[in-house]
């Protein structure tokens, strides 16, 4: 056959809107997959079991629970 052929798909580029949103969203997703490792980081690679306890200081909790029973 003559005549010219086309090298395959060729695909147009993405328009700025496209760009800014894919670059927001790829951001958020990082900063999310961050966030969460920072949380459970540790418990995922096996060097704090999860049923260890929380972070978190409970000084007037355990007062004010024995208190309801």
Do not use: C, V
């Not at 920072?38 to 060097?47: E, F, H, M, S, W």
């Amino acid at each position: 056959m003559a005549g010219q052929h086309s090298s395959g798909f060729n695909p147009h580029l993405p328009g700025f809107k496209h760009r800014i949103l894919a670059t927001t969203l790829g951001a958020t997703m990082w900063f999310f997959i961050f966030y969460r490792a920072r949380k459970d980081g540790a418990k995922l690679l096996g060097l704090k079991h999860p049923w260890d306890g929380h972070e978190h200081d409970h000084h007037g909790h355990e007062a004010g629970h024995e208190e309801h029973h």
